[in-house]
């Protein structure tokens, strides 16, 4: 939480002896902050050191001065111009190493003193979960307090490690121990058992931290983190919570309000079209199963009316039905008649980019026959989706797409919307729909 601030603040110190050069300094603060971000460099570390920082760090530094001088010598062609704000420049550079340096020998220091420090689970009771508990009671420069461990039960008796309890037991034991961290060791049980249980509402709020299974592999990028020498990393937050949530939200407000004021020549067409083909009722409303497994009703411009309920809510696909007409096609074959659900967007019910929203009946079939088809709905449903884009529409397996749309979560970005929304446009001009 120091680090951001302090190299916020020594980036923009030039200000405070001159506001000659203020635009360029500003410039140089916010590609520095950026650089450093996507560099790694603010993510939370559990072995602290200014030396395993540094190279990455001058190396980010060197690369925002030479971006922002370049443009600097652009702009003004006085030689005293550049060279002043180029010394500004250093100066920053020197106070972001030095703030580092503070901020990292404090970080040790409370740590040491456990003044700051969370308490974690271990998962996992084998030989790896044993050295884990050793080292964390021994070194408090980690940060993290031992106080349990958990494991299958069917490593109740031969366990290296005394047992807090079972992986049924971690709900519990988290609410129980106020548990802030959960560090993946060497668990007897399979994966898909394992997020199941990581996924429940308590564990899902501890950072999660894993004991990479092949020790001799190197990760590419960034500089490795570990406890002793035991490699571990950080597995990124699967859940849209507090920041992560709001910017997406407001993107999704953002891109729902330009679409539907750019589209309403567009949604007029096929409001009268809509009419033309079917007569009255233009919308058709379906109940569909949104985030958390709350249902809420979806809106579409109606291409079929389906013969009852029974029918609307258990038919599969109705791509080749001989009742749907040929605009009805049309808009289907380039998802115009899904442009509606943009009011969905602003209300709440869904997001632009998420895994596609399904029917009730069709939810509780396929939680049963695929177990990670449920872990889709931690994040809202969205007007497209990374599986859709990717092929799997209309009939096509149901575990590549669940395995699409969790891919999507666990690595979810902006840009990694941006670029599903670009596919997307592409299939509606090649119309590639239903």
């Not at 029974?310 to 008649?337: A, C, K, Y």
């Not at 998420?354 to 709905?377: D, L, Q």
Request: charged share 20%; hydrophobic share 45%; glycine share 8%.
């Amino acid at each position: 939480m120091m680090t951001l601030p302090i190299d916020a603040a020594a980036l923009l110190t030039p200000l405070l002896l001159s506001q000659t050069y203020w635009r360029g300094t500003l410039a140089n603060a916010v590609l520095a902050v950026a650089i450093f971000a996507a560099g790694g460099l603010y993510r939370p570390r559990r072995h602290v050191s200014i030396l395993d920082e540094l190279p990455s760090l001058c190396g980010r530094l060197l690369a925002s001065a030479a971006v922002v001088a370049i443009i600097a010598a652009l702009r003004h062609s006085s030689v005293e111009y550049v060279s002043g704000f180029m010394r500004g420049v250093a100066l920053s550079a020197g106070l972001v190493i030095l703030g580092r340096v503070v901020s990292r020998t404090l970080t040790i220091a409370v740590r040491k003193r456990r003044w700051v420090e969370h308490n974690a689970i271990i998962i996992g009771s084998g030989p790896v979960g044993l050295e884990l508990a050793r080292l964390l009671r021994r070194y408090p420069r980690y940060g993290l307090r031992f106080v349990g461990c958990v494991d299958a039960p069917a490593r109740q008796r031969g366990a290296t490690l005394p047992l807090s309890g079972t992986l049924d037991d971690l709900e519990h034991l988290v609410r129980l121990l106020e548990c802030e961290v959960l560090v993946i060791a060497d668990p007897d049980c399979p994966e898909s058992t394992l997020m199941e249980t990581l996924l429940r509402p308590r564990s899902a709020r501890c950072d999660l931290w894993a004991v990479p299974r092949l020790w001799g592999s190197r990760a590419q990028g960034g500089y490795p983190d570990h406890i002793g020498a035991i490699p571990i990393i950080k597995i990124g937050d699967v859940t849209f919570s507090g920041p992560r949530w709001a910017v997406k939200r407001a993107s999704d407000l953002l891109f729902a309000t330009v679409a539907l004021i750019v589209l309403c020549p567009v949604l007029l067409l096929c409001t009268v079209a809509t009419a033309a083909e079917g007569g009255r009722g233009i919308f058709f409303r379906q109940e569909r199963i949104g985030r958390h497994g709350r249902s809420f009703q979806v809106i579409k411009f109606r291409t079929l009316r389906p013969r009852d309920e029974q029918e609307s809510q258990t038919n599969w696909t109705i791509g080749h039905d001989r009742r749907v007409g040929p605009i009805g096609r049309f808009m289907r074959r380039t998802s115009l008649d899904e442009l509606p659900q943009l009011w969905n967007i602003l209300r709440g019910d869904m997001s632009v980019v998420g895994p596609r929203p399904e029917r009730p009946y069709f939810v509780e079939k396929f939680s049963a026959e695929y177990p990670n088809y449920a872990a889709r709905h931690r994040v809202p449903v969205g007007l497209t989706g990374l599986a859709q884009v990717s092929g799997l529409r209309g009939d096509t397996p149901i575990s590549d797409r669940t395995r699409f749309d969790n891919y999507y979560i666990e690595n979810w970005s902006l840009w990694l919307d941006v670029k599903v929304v670009l596919r997307t446009v592409a299939e509606v001009f090649r119309a590639g729909g239903r």
